[in-house]
Nanobody, 123 residues
Framework: VQLQASGGGLVQAGGSLRLSCATS????????MGWFRQAPGKEREFVAA????????YYSDSVKGRFTISRDNAKNTEYLQMDSLKPEDTAVYYC?????????????????WGQGTQVTVSS
Protein backbone atom coordinates (compact mmCIF):
# COMPACT_ATOMS: atom_id res chain seq x y z
CA VAL A 1 0.00 0.00 0.00
CA GLN A 2 1.31 3.43 -0.93
CA LEU A 3 -0.01 6.72 0.39
CA GLN A 4 0.66 10.06 -1.31
CA ALA A 5 -0.13 13.21 0.64
CA SER A 6 -0.42 16.59 -1.01
CA GLY A 7 -1.84 20.06 -0.50
CA GLY A 8 0.53 21.50 2.05
CA GLY A 9 1.98 24.97 1.79
CA LEU A 10 2.43 28.36 3.38
CA VAL A 11 -0.64 30.25 4.60
CA GLN A 12 -1.31 33.18 6.88
CA ALA A 13 -2.99 32.72 10.23
CA GLY A 14 -6.74 32.50 9.79
CA GLY A 15 -6.39 30.98 6.35
CA SER A 16 -7.31 27.57 5.01
CA LEU A 17 -5.68 24.60 3.35
CA ARG A 18 -6.99 21.30 2.09
CA LEU A 19 -4.79 18.23 2.31
CA SER A 20 -5.37 15.13 0.22
CA CYS A 21 -4.06 11.61 0.58
CA ALA A 22 -4.41 9.08 -2.21
CA THR A 23 -3.86 5.39 -1.58
CA SER A 24 -2.76 2.82 -4.13
CA UNK A 25 -1.72 -0.78 -4.19
CA UNK A 26 -3.38 -3.59 -2.32
CA UNK A 27 -5.78 -2.50 0.36
CA UNK A 28 -8.31 -4.25 2.49
CA UNK A 29 -11.89 -3.28 2.89
CA UNK A 30 -13.10 -1.13 5.72
CA UNK A 31 -9.84 0.51 6.69
CA UNK A 32 -9.66 3.56 8.89
CA MET A 33 -7.83 6.58 7.54
CA GLY A 34 -6.19 9.23 9.64
CA TRP A 35 -3.96 12.27 9.84
CA PHE A 36 -1.10 12.95 12.20
CA ARG A 37 1.32 15.83 12.43
CA GLN A 38 4.78 16.43 13.76
CA ALA A 39 6.24 19.82 14.57
CA PRO A 40 10.01 20.36 14.92
CA GLY A 41 11.26 19.01 18.22
CA LYS A 42 7.92 17.45 19.09
CA GLU A 43 6.45 13.99 18.93
CA ARG A 44 4.03 12.95 16.23
CA GLU A 45 0.48 13.68 17.36
CA PHE A 46 -2.94 12.52 16.28
CA VAL A 47 -5.03 15.02 14.35
CA ALA A 48 -8.09 13.22 12.97
CA ALA A 49 -9.41 9.87 11.82
CA UNK A 50 -12.39 8.63 9.87
CA UNK A 51 -14.15 5.30 9.67
CA UNK A 52 -14.60 3.33 6.49
CA UNK A 53 -18.18 4.56 6.06
CA UNK A 54 -17.16 8.13 6.71
CA UNK A 55 -19.89 8.45 9.31
CA UNK A 56 -17.65 8.28 12.38
CA UNK A 57 -14.89 10.83 12.83
CA TYR A 58 -12.43 11.60 15.60
CA TYR A 59 -10.50 14.80 16.23
CA SER A 60 -7.89 15.97 18.65
CA ASP A 61 -9.06 18.74 20.95
CA SER A 62 -6.59 21.14 19.38
CA VAL A 63 -8.24 20.98 15.95
CA LYS A 64 -11.85 20.18 16.79
CA GLY A 65 -14.18 22.71 15.20
CA ARG A 66 -11.52 23.95 12.77
CA PHE A 67 -10.52 20.84 10.80
CA THR A 68 -12.77 18.46 8.90
CA ILE A 69 -11.76 15.00 7.77
CA SER A 70 -13.54 13.26 4.91
CA ARG A 71 -12.97 10.46 2.44
CA ASP A 72 -14.03 9.31 -1.01
CA ASN A 73 -13.74 5.54 -1.19
CA ALA A 74 -14.38 5.50 -4.92
CA LYS A 75 -11.18 7.51 -5.32
CA ASN A 76 -9.30 5.84 -2.45
CA THR A 77 -8.63 9.29 -1.11
CA GLU A 78 -9.02 11.08 2.18
CA TYR A 79 -9.05 14.81 2.80
CA LEU A 80 -8.32 17.18 5.65
CA GLN A 81 -9.95 20.59 5.35
CA MET A 82 -8.11 22.96 7.67
CA ASP A 83 -9.75 26.29 8.46
CA SER A 84 -8.89 29.08 10.89
CA LEU A 85 -5.29 27.96 10.84
CA LYS A 86 -2.98 29.04 13.64
CA PRO A 87 0.81 29.27 13.78
CA GLU A 88 0.80 26.31 16.17
CA ASP A 89 -0.66 24.17 13.38
CA THR A 90 2.69 24.39 11.61
CA ALA A 91 4.00 20.85 11.15
CA VAL A 92 4.57 18.06 8.71
CA TYR A 93 1.25 16.32 8.20
CA TYR A 94 1.14 12.58 7.60
CA CYS A 95 -1.73 10.47 6.36
CA UNK A 96 -2.10 6.89 7.48
CA UNK A 97 -4.18 3.74 7.04
CA UNK A 98 -5.26 1.29 9.73
CA UNK A 99 -6.56 -2.11 8.65
CA UNK A 100 -8.69 -4.67 10.49
CA UNK A 101 -9.81 -2.13 13.02
CA UNK A 102 -12.89 0.03 13.36
CA UNK A 103 -11.36 2.80 15.47
CA UNK A 104 -7.80 4.07 15.40
CA UNK A 105 -6.49 7.21 17.10
CA UNK A 106 -2.93 6.31 18.10
CA UNK A 107 0.06 5.98 15.82
CA UNK A 108 0.73 2.36 16.73
CA UNK A 109 -2.71 1.39 15.42
CA UNK A 110 -1.89 2.51 11.88
CA UNK A 111 -0.19 0.17 9.43
CA UNK A 112 0.80 2.36 6.49
CA TRP A 113 2.04 5.94 6.31
CA GLY A 114 2.47 8.58 3.65
CA GLN A 115 5.60 10.67 3.20
CA GLY A 116 4.24 13.83 4.80
CA THR A 117 3.40 17.28 3.52
CA GLN A 118 4.61 20.51 5.11
CA VAL A 119 2.09 23.01 6.44
CA THR A 120 3.43 26.38 7.57
CA VAL A 121 1.18 29.01 9.13
CA SER A 122 2.63 32.48 9.46
CA SER A 123 1.48 34.95 12.09
Amino acid sequence: VQLQASGGGLVQAGGSLRLSCATSGRTFNRYVMGWFRQAPGKEREFVAAISWSGVITYYSDSVKGRFTISRDNAKNTEYLQMDSLKPEDTAVYYCAVAQFITKAVTADQFDYWGQGTQVTVSS
